[in-house]
């Protein structure tokens, strides 16, 4: 099992970058899928981004292809998420999630979730 604590989310404005980090606690972190999700105000939890367990496989929403960069140090046991020019459309509570498998882009795949961190973004 493990237990997932994200941080690094704040208030920016549009343009601005920030970068998530998600510690990770307990066994396992380096063997499982791991992905970035989010959830604006009255919206569905959705998929940002995903990352393998060697870190060597990475897929993403295309609404953030090309501005964020999801990453992972598997001996801090930490996963990371770049995000540059933010959007207004980015303001959310980001989440991330373990996968015992190889991780995907549905909410379902994932076994554990970290509380989450807000990202608000001003235009």
């Known amino acids: 099992q493990v237990q997932l604590v994200e941080s690094g989310g704040g208030l920016v404005q549009a343009g601005d970058s920030l970068r998530l980090s998600c510690a990770a606690s307990?066994?396992?972190?380096?063997?499982?899928?791991m992905g970035w999700f989010r959830q604006a105000p009255g919206k569905e939890r959705e998929f940002v981004a995903t990352?393998?367990?060697?870190?060597?496989?990475?897929y993403y929403a295309n609404s953030v292809k090309g501005r964020f960069t999801i990453s992972r140090d598997n001996a801090k046991n930490t996963l990371y998420l770049q995000m540059n020019n933010l959007k207004p459309e980015d303001t959310a509570v980001y989440y991330c999630?373990?996968?015992?498998?190889?991780?995907?882009?549905?909410?379902?795949?994932?076994?554990?979730w970290g509380q989450g961190t807000q990202v608000i973004v001003s235009s």
């Open positions: 999630a373990a996968d015992v498998d190889i991780g995907g882009t549905l909410a379902a795949e994932y076994e554990y």
């Open positions: 307990g066994r396992g972190f380096s063997t499982y899928g």
């Open positions: 990352i393998s367990w060697s870190g060597g496989a990475t």
